[in-house]
Every structure is written in structure tokens, then in C-alpha cells.
């Protein structure tokens, strides 16, 4: 079994988070997507009933 600082040298994970720091990291990650909105383009096509 690799380390996970292996898997981060290796490009596999993007990040090692320390447990001391977890919460901050994640409270900061949820603050920047809470007013994130995502526009879905319009439908081409519909299903047909078959």
C-alpha cells in the first residue's frame, strides 16, 4: 500500500489535508461554492412516448 504523499507526487490526488486543518479547508471549499450556480443548456431533443 502506497503513502498518500506518494499518490500527490504522482499527480493520482490533488491534495494531503492534515486533520488539524480539515475543517478550515472544507468550510473555505463550501463558502466558495454556496452561491455557485450552473446554467444547463437548452434541451435539443425530447423523449418521445413509446
Do not use: C, F, W
Not at 4 to 33: C, F, N, Q, W
Not at 45 to 50: A, I, S, T
Amino acid at each position: 500500500m502506497q503513502s498518500s504523499y506518494v499518490a500527490a507526487e504522482r499527480g493520482y490526488i490533488d491534495d494531503v489535508i492534515m486533520p488539524h486543518s480539515t475543517r478550515k479547508r472544507l468550510a473555505r471549499a463550501l463558502a466558495m461554492l454556496k452561491n455557485k450556480h450552473v446554467e444547463m443548456p437548452g434541451r435539443k431533443h425530447d423523449n418521445l412516448p413509446l
